[in-house]
C-alpha cells in the first residue's frame, strides 16, 4: 500500500486543461529557450557535435550491454518525447501518430472510447475523473466522478501526458480498456474492464428552469460546442426565456475559435481577446454588431474552470453584461499551439499569452467571481446534483430574478 500512500500525497483538486489553437502548418515555430547546446545565445541546438556525439556513445553502449532486446523506434519517441519534455513546461508534449489522431479525434465530435472527461493537476501530475458520460460504458461499469486515474492498462497515470492517457484510454470499438482508480474511502484499488465503444460528444446541455430562467452547461470547447451552444441558446430563446445561466463549472478550457464563435453570439462588438507572442506580435479575435445577448446573463465558475472558460468569464466581466457567480477560476492565460509534423506526427508548444478584453492576463491568478458561493459540501461528492439542491445554480438564478 505504499504506492497508494504516495499516490494521495500532496492531492489538492485543481485543473488545467489546455487552451488549444491548431495549426495545420508543418513545424516552424521560432519558440526559444536556454540550453545546454553550444547554439546561437538563447536558442537551441540539437544538432550540435557534442550533442551527437554523447547521442552516439549512449546508443553503442546500449547495443553492447543493454541486456533485454532493444526497441529502435521506442527509443527514437522517446528521444523527441524527452527534448520538448525538457522545456520544463507541463503543457508541452511530443505526439507520436496515433496520440496526435486521439487528439484531433476528442475534439471532432465522435470518438471510441469508454465515456469519461479527466483532468490533470498540473502541480501533481495526478488525473482525475471529472465527469462520466450517462449511459456510457464508464458509467455502466462503476466509475464516478472524483475517481483518481492509477492505472491504464500497465501504464501508471500519474504525471503522464493527459492526451497519452486519453490515447489509451480510447481504442477499438468492442475492445477492452483495463482501469485502475483510487476512489475516496475504498482501501484498495478498484479496478474495472470497460468495453469501449463510439461516444458521440456532447459538450453542451440546456434546460428551461422556473420562472423562464434558461440554462446551458457546456463542459468543454471542442469543435461541435459553438454548434451546439447556438443551437441550445436559439430553442431557449423560442420558449420566451427571460434570462440565462451558463454553467463552465469543470470546463477545463479547449479551442480558441470555439469559444469566441460562442462569444460572439453574446457580446456587443468590440474585442473578445488577444494574445501576444515572445516578439509582441498581438492577435485579435473580436465579435460583431451582427447578434448579441441583451437578456440577464448569470455564469457559474469555479477553481476548475480553466483556459477558454475563463476567455469566456474574462470577457463578460469586462463587458459587464453578466455576474460570475462560484469561486475563483483556475488561472491559466497561456495558449499552446499544436504544429503537425511531415510524419503524422505533433508536437505542442507554449506560444503566447492571452488577455481579457480590458488586458487582463489572469495566468496564475484566476478570475474572482462578482458573487462567491462555495458550492455545499455535501455535493461535492455526488454523482448527480439536482438543479434544486445546487446552491450555485439556485443563487445565480436568484440574482437573474431580482
Known amino acids: 500500500m505504499n504506492d497508494k500512500k504516495q499516490l494521495w500525497m500532496g492531492i489538492a483538486i485543481g485543473f488545467a486543461a489546455t487552451l488549444i ?25 540539437l544538432t550540435d557535435q557534442a550533442v551527437q556525439e554523447k547521442l552516439t556513445e549512449i546508443e553503442g553502449l546500449m547495443n553492447d550491454y543493454y541486456l533485454d532486446e532493444l526497441d529502435s523506434k521506442q527509443i527514437e519517441t522517446w528521444l523527441y518525447k524527452g527534448a520538448v519534455a525538457g522545456l520544463g513546461d507541463p503543457y508541452a508534449a511530443y505526439y507520436t501518430e496515433e496520440e496526435y489522431q486521439s487528439l484531433r479525434d476528442s475534439t471532432n465530435g465522435s470518438y471510441c472510447g469508454i465515456g469519461v472527461e479527466i483532468s490533470q493537476n498540473i502541480s501533481t501530475g495526478i488525473v482525475t475523473i471529472t465527469r462520466v458520460f450517462e449511459d456510457g460504458p464508464a458509467m455502466e461499469a462503476g466509475l464516478c466522478p472524483g475517481d483518481i486515474l492509477y492505472k491504464v492498462g500497465d501504464m501508471e497515470a500519474t504525471g503522464q501526458d493527459l492526451t497519452m492517457i486519453v490515447s489509451k484510454i480510447k481504442g477499438e470499438e468492442n475492445t477492452e480498456a483495463f482501469i485502475s482508480v483510487v476512489r475516496d474511502g475504498e482501501e484498495d484499488y478498484l479496478e474495472f474492464q470497460v468495453m469501449r465503444r463510439t461516444i458521440e460528444i456532447q459538450t453542451v446541455e440546456s434546460a428551461m428552469l422556473g420562472d423562464q430562467i434558461g440554462y446551458i452547461s457546456i463542459t468543454s470547447f471542442d469543435d461541435v460546442t459553438s454548434d451546439q451552444f447556438i443551437k441550445a441558446l436559439d430553442e431557449l430563446e423560442t420558449q420566451g426565456m427571460k434570462g440565462l445561466i451558463v454553467d463552465l463549472r469543470d470546463n477545463g478550457g479547449g479551442l480558441v475559435s470555439s469559444v469566441c464563435a460562442i462569444l460572439d453570439r453574446l457580446l ?37 474552470s480553466a483556459s477558454a472558460s475563463e476567455i469566456f468569464a474574462g470577457a463578460i466581466k469586462d463587458y459587464e453584461i453578466g455576474i460570475l457567480v462560484g469561486t475563483k477560476t483556475y488561472g491559466k492565460g497561456i495558449v499552446q499551439k499544436i504544429y503537425p509534423l511531415s510524419d503524422g506526427t505533433a508536437v ?15 495566468h ?3 478570475i474572482e467571481p462578482d458573487v462567491e458561493i462555495e458550492l455545499d459540501e455535501a455535493l461535492e461528492k455526488k454523482v448527480v446534483v439536482s438543479v434544486e439542491e445546487d446552491n450555485q445554480l439556485q443563487k445565480a438564478r436568484e440574482l437573474l430574478l431580482q
Open 21 to 45: 489553437v491548431i495549426q495545420a502548418v508543418m513545424l516552424g515555430n521560432r519558440f526559444l529557450t536556454e540550453s545546454a547546446g553550444k547554439g546561437e545565445a538563447g536558442r537551441i541546438d
Open 364 to 366: 496564475g491568478i484566476g
Open 268 to 304: 456587443p462588438e468590440g474585442l473578445i481577446v488577444y494574445t501576444e507572442d515572445k516578439y509582441g506580435n498581438r492577435e485579435e479575435e473580436t465579435s460583431d454588431a451582427e447578434h448579441y445577448f441583451d437578456k440577464p446573463l448569470a455564469v457559474l465558475v469555479n477553481g476548475n
Open 348 to 362: 505542442k508548444l507554449t506560444v503566447s499569452k492571452y488577455y481579457t478584453p480590458k488586458g487582463n492576463n489572469i
